[in-house]
């Protein structure tokens, strides 16, 4: 596997479930993120990881609930969402510019339904 | 707080003409990094090209070049020679350089290209 992975790509699951967003990278980067993307609307940030520790959490719900245990995965654990919640999930991760980074490389993005 | 603006929801071009998709920004920062990325269907958002704030020279990758104007905060990514494989959503994105790499992005610009 090479980049940024995502599973699964695709979710439907009811308000009352439980789920969980894997995302690995295979880059070497020591920051990860999550975003969020409506439709007709921009990509949101939701929280960001540099080295393993939350440094942004963009005043997401708490029904979303980020856990990095290394730098080289992120998940997104999900519970008793909204109907509006349904978008595509996307995870990126880069180099902290510090050590020289700039471009975020993204994953394929999971695409939830919430019914 | 940073914003990014793109006025173009849709463009066409023809296949082997140049496109320039727009984006205009607002930042009181004087040091920032200014992106365009390629959302094809599939999901995955595609790295195009970079421009900092202080570079002198517009950035140019392959048939990718973007055209900075710092005095109207403007950052124009102009596609030579569309290929069929360039219908895609385009996104501009900015980065503030102080602080975490937060992204910072418009609401796309959807690209045509027709035979």
């Known amino acids: ?115 | 707080a940073q914003k990014i603006t793109q006025t173009q929801p849709g463009m066409f071009v023809q296949e082997k003409e140049a496109v320039t998709l727009d984006c205009t920004y607002d930042t009181s920062d004087q040091s920032y990094g200014l992106f365009w990325y390629k959302q094809p269907s599939s999901g995955e958002m595609i790295f195009l090209i970079y421009q900092g704030s202080y570079d002198e020279q517009n950035a140019t990758e392959g048939r990718y070049s973007l055209n900075f104007q710092k005095a109207r905060k403007s950052a124009n990514l102009v596609i030579s020679a569309s290929q069929l494989g360039d219908s895609a959503m385009y996104f501009c994105a900015m980065r503030e350089e102080t602080g975490f790499q937060k992204l910072v992005f418009g609401t796309g610009t959807r690209l045509l290209v027709s035979p």
């Open chain 1, 1 to 115: 596997e090479t980049g940024v992975t995502q599973t699964p790509r695709h979710l439907v699951m009811g308000m009352t479930n439980k789920k969980s967003l894997k995302c690995e990278q295979h880059l070497g980067h020591n920051a990860m993120y999550w975003y969020k993307q409506s439709a007709k609307k921009p990509l949101e940030l939701m929280f960001v990881y540099n080295f393993k520790e939350q440094t942004e959490n963009n005043s997401v719900p708490s029904r979303f609930s980020p856990e990095c245990p290394n730098s080289s995965h992120l998940f997104l654990h999900l519970h008793t969402l909204q109907p509006e919640d349904s978008a595509l999930y996307l995870c990126a991760s880069s180099q902290d510019k510090a050590s020289g980074g700039n471009e975020q490389f993204f994953g394929p993005g999971t695409r939830l339904t919430v019914l």
